[in-house]
């Protein structure tokens, strides 16, 4: 589910402007600089000089919808293939690759028009044949070894019902390199390895298929937008469509929507606004425009009262209800994001939340879908397993909303709402990503930059009988109904195709890439972090120390109180923060509780693990005193009850149903088997029999327990270090007599004196989850800048070895991985995983090609000088950000480092050759013995091939994962 947030990215202008033109603004947070070159291109630019670092993005008003009726998923598929390079990029002789990618263009155009079975597998082969002999002349992943050359991070892109986006972060002194490779990609591209990249999109819809949810989302569209793609054209396709892609029509949708006129680039970082638009103009300028179609109109009629539907689609009953909303642009929609709030809200407070909170079902929220056509308000709910019937659940609901419709709500609680969506804005502004991604929004939805801020200050002038009016306009009697209970539903069926690996020649490198990495690059001075005047450190009593960070962006505080105690010497801590999260106190009940926080625009919310239990609390420092008196009324106060016990254990038992289908836990709950047996912290839990005896004050008990132990305090915010030290000290009472913190146990990791495998099996798993696991040596900070460099090299990002043999070049897999992993301590033993997920019948081949890249690693030491100049990119433009930054620090000092670990990397990335990594291979991970670990569905292929990689056996969910 898509957690609820102030849907504050709206805005843009499409107007056209002289080329230097600038929109003025007033009260900018982010000064942004709005510019429209002569060819149409909005640039959106915002300096933010925090880190040395810049975040980019480029989009097209061009998504999902846009999609021909008989191509779908055109939009998603072009967004894979505007990887693949150009003319000139991802290829060393494109006359020549040119002559094959032609005749692959005519044979799908056949493919399409045929329906006979054994034409079709016909044609499919002499495509995989002439991909072999245009593969020759390709340069697969130039470009995002490119990226990665210059240390950008993040490489990706994403597609959405109304545009798509592409999108990384790169050191600051790397924005020529960047605009280069961003102004050429989406000139002249050139969808070479299509072939291969279409299996990858089918993995990618294979993952879907194997969420119960998803599902539960494509069939709530269908119903609710009956004429616009928005339900009729999922993102990712019909399996139909996909079977039968055009590339004509491909270059035909690139050629209609990717235009100067119709996209947007948008910067947030460390850079000079008046140097970045020289240099846009340089390479931007020359981008072709065009006129754009109109979209055309779809008439969706509203409900006639409630319309109901009902599927068996989830491992527990689950219900969605959606209602008409204001679509982007309409005076209405901050009214009703407000609205919103007041239902449910990241603090946990809104009238929706407060079902969880007290215990009457088992989850309820909402999110919004808002789309520049049209939008909804989707509410869910899951009722308690047991005793709680669909209807039941929807009285609730409808009781909720009928306090929204009445106003029946506390002026405080309204105002707490305000300043709830101001507070999630704010921090927004912090993230040059987030930034960047609030402008390109405002490009895409159609709202000018200045609108939207008109919008955000609006906010705050709303009065209640507004909201409530506007509540009762699109919260009526009018709307969507789905049920589903508990079943699995169909699934596509989609088999591996009979085709050869498309393996491209090592060792080359187009001339574009070689003229690009002439371009002249500015020195970037590091900003390193000074152990000892980052953080200032104090103790407030014994044993109770404070950690303080400043905050120079807002006047937002988070503040974190952990105690030195935590799951391996309590496993009653495992539940504290779930059921704490239930409780109120003597003099309020949870609801209240709460409520009193909102109003302040703060919140709380407890956690634990191995070693800590933990108190996080964020909100406005204008309130800070308040807030912390108000958790201290809870820490001294709060009231255990029977009905907060019966409400957690229904939450966990629908937590365990729905995690005992999801392949990725089994897949967690199962590597924590094999690796430590007994000691998984999955079996650490209780099973339902025991959970049942649980009593109001054990939980409460444990918590006072692990109160008596040592504390550290971390605060980041606007407010000095005296007087949060002083706050603390006359609110928060601590004891006395606080024991030292519990020294942390390490288990040491099992089973890997000889090969082994396990096995868990899901008849319902259209993929095999995959996961190779070796233990390594004990950790030594010596080892760093290796470990950096063989993962960059090996399995770290889309330019490495496993990323390029298992999807690049066989279309194995959507998601693959490798890395090799420092443990958190010196002594540890360090330990590699390789990680595919990939359709059930491809399972034997990425099992072979997996485990050859693990015992034979491929030697392309032509690779070094780029490996080298990544590194060293990235290490110069590195830095924790300052909500980050105490933690980052404990964790380097845990790891016996005493000053930031790049003073001593980047003279050693300087050095680094190919032949460390080589040595580092041999050293830590050739010729050990592995586990290997599969979830999926032994129909899909012949299980006796797993005896292979080792001694197999076969687990039952009930021996790695309570019930």
């Known amino acids: 589910m898509r957690n609820f947030f102030l849907g504050c990215l709206v805005f843009s202008c499409i107007n056209t402007f002289a080329q230097t033109e600038q929109i003025p603004t007033f009260n900018d947070p982010m000064n942004v600089k709005q510019i429209v070159l002569k060819n149409g291109l909005t640039v959106m630019l915002s300096e933010n000089h925090d880190t040395p670092q810049i975040f980019g993005v480029i989009a097209v008003k061009a998504g999902g919808k846009n999609d021909p009726k008989d191509a779908t998923g055109m939009a998603h598929y072009l967004e894979h293939m505007l990887f693949k390079g150009t003319q000139e990029m991802g290829t060393w002789d494109y006359e020549k690759e040119s002559v094959h990618l032609k005749e692959i263009e005519k044979l799908y155009e056949q493919l399409g028009k045929t329906t006979d079975a054994a034409a079709r597998e016909s044609i499919q082969l002499k495509i995989n044949e002439e991909a072999i002999k245009a593969g020759q002349y390709a340069i697969p992943n130039e470009m995002d070894r490119m990226l990665s050359e210059i240390g950008s991070t993040g490489v990706n892109a994403f597609t959405t019902e109304d545009y798509t986006a592409y999108h990384n972060a790169f050191p600051a002194n790397k924005l020529e390199h960047w605009l280069k490779i961003y102004d050429h990609r989406f000139e002249q591209p050139v969808f070479r390895l299509f072939q291969s990249e279409l299996e990858t999109v089918y993995e990618e819809k294979n993952r879907s298929m194997d969420s119960p949810f998803f599902f539960v989302l494509d069939e709530f569209n269908k119903n609710f937008w009956k004429t616009h793609p928005y339900g009729q054209q999922p993102i990712i396709g019909l399996t139909e469509h996909l079977k039968n892609p055009s590339l004509e029509k491909m270059y035909h949708y690139f050629n209609t929507y990717y235009v100067a006129n119709n996209m947007v680039l948008s910067l947030s970082g460390d850079f000079d606004t008046e140097e970045a638009i020289q240099l846009i103009e340089k390479y931007f300028s020359d981008w072709r425009s065009a006129e754009v179609p109109v979209f055309p109109t779809y008439a969706e009629a509203d409900f006639a009262g409630k319309e109901t539907i009902t599927i ?85 609901l409808d009781q909720q909303l009928q306090k929204l419709r009445k106003g029946e709500f506390d002026l405080s609680f309204f105002e707490g709402a305000k300043l709830s969506a101001q507070k999630n804005f704010e921090k927004q502004l912090e993230s040059n990503e987030s930034r960047a991604l609030l402008m390109m929004n405002a490009y895409t939805s159609n709202t000018p930059w200045n609108q939207y801020l008109a919008n955000f200050k609006q906010i705050k002038n709303f009065t209640k009988e507004e909201i409530v009016a506007t509540v009762n306009t699109y919260y009526g009697e009018n709307y969507l109904a789905l049920y589903s209970t508990m079943g699995s539903p169909k699934k596509d069926k989609l088999t591996k195709p009979k085709f050869e690996a498309v393996i491209p020649p090592d060792n080359k490198v187009s001339k574009y890439c070689e003229a690009w990495r002439k371009t002249e690059t500015a020195n970037l001075k590091p900003q390193f972090v000074d152990f000892n005047n980052a953080i200032q450190r104090s103790e407030i009593i014994p044993n109770v120390q404070l950690r303080t960070v400043p905050n120079t962006f807002n006047e937002i505080f988070n503040l974190k109180i952990a105690w030195g105690i935590g799951q391996q010497d309590d496993s009653l801590l495992i539940y504290v923060p779930s059921y704490l999260s239930k409780l109120g106190t003597e003099q309020w009940t949870v609801t209240e509780f709460k409520n009193k926080l909102f109003a302040l625009g703060a919140s709380m919310n407890f956690g634990s693990n191995a070693h800590s239990t933990f108190l996080e609390i964020e909100g406005m420092d204008i309130h800070f005193d308040q807030t912390l008196k108000l958790v201290n009324e809870f820490l001294d106060h709060m009231q255990g009850t029977d009905q907060a016990i019966k409400s957690l254990t229904e939450e966990i038992a629908s937590n365990r149903k729905l995690n005992n289908k999801d392949l990725m836990n089994l897949l967690s709950a199962a590597q924590q088997y094999a690796l430590f047996g007994t000691k998984s912290k999955f079996l650490q839990e209780m099973n339902s029999k025991q959970l049942k005896q649980l009593k109001p004050n054990q939980l409460i008990e444990s918590f006072r327990n692990a109160q008596g132990y040592a504390v550290k305090i971390n605060y980041t915010g606007s407010k000095s270090h005296v007087s949060v030290s002083e706050a603390i000290n006359s609110s928060i009472r601590f004891s006395t007599q606080l024991k030292a913190e519990k020294q942390e146990i390490y288990y040491p990791m099992q089973g890997f004196d000889s090969p082994k495998v396990y096995f868990v099996n899901d008849k319902k798993a259209v993929q095999s989850q995959i996961l190779f696991l ?114 980052k620090v404990d964790e380097w000092q845990k790891m016996g480092l005493t000053q930031d670990p790049m003073l001593q990397l980047l003279p050693y990335y300087s050095d680094l050759t190919f032949e460390q990594i080589v040595n580092f291979y041999q050293q830590h991970l050739a010729g050990k013995n592995t586990q290997l670990i599969v979830v999926g569905n032994k129909k899909k292929f012949n299980k006796k091939i797993l005896s292979k990689y080792g001694k197999v056996t076969e687990l039952k969910v009930s021996q790695i994962l309570r019930k």
């Open 312 to 396: 068996k689609a989830t491992p527990i009953k689950a219900a969605v209800r959606g209602y008409r909303a204001p679509a982007n642009g309409h005076p209405d929609q901050q009214k009703l994001q407000l609205a919103n709030y007041l239902l449910t809200n990241s603090e946990g407070s809104g009238l929706l939340d407060n079902l969880t909170n007290e215990g009457k079902i088992t989850f309820s929220g909402m999110f919004p879908m808002e789309y520049n056509d049209y939008a909804a308000s989707v509410l869910f709910v899951i009722p308690k397993l047991i005793g709680q019937s669909f209807e039941e659940a929807d009285q609730l």
């Open 774 to 887: 070796t233990k390594g040596l004990p950790m030594s900070l010596e080892d760093q800048g290796n470990v950096a460099a063989f993962n960059l090299y090996f399995g770290g990002d889309m330019s490495s070895l496993v990323f390029q043999e298992i999807r690049e070049f066989r279309s194995l897999a959507y998601s693959t991985s490798a890395r090799y992993k420092l443990a958190a301590r010196p002594s540890l033993e360090n330990s590699f995983s390789a990680y595919v997920g990939c359709q059930g019948d491809k399972t034997p081949e990425a099992l072979e090609v997996m485990h050859q890249l693990i015992t034979k690693m491929p030697l392309k030491a032509e690779r070094e000088e780029a490996i080298r100049a990544s590194l060293i990119s990235e290490a110069k433009s590195s830095k924790p950000d300052f909500r980050s930054l105490i933690e």
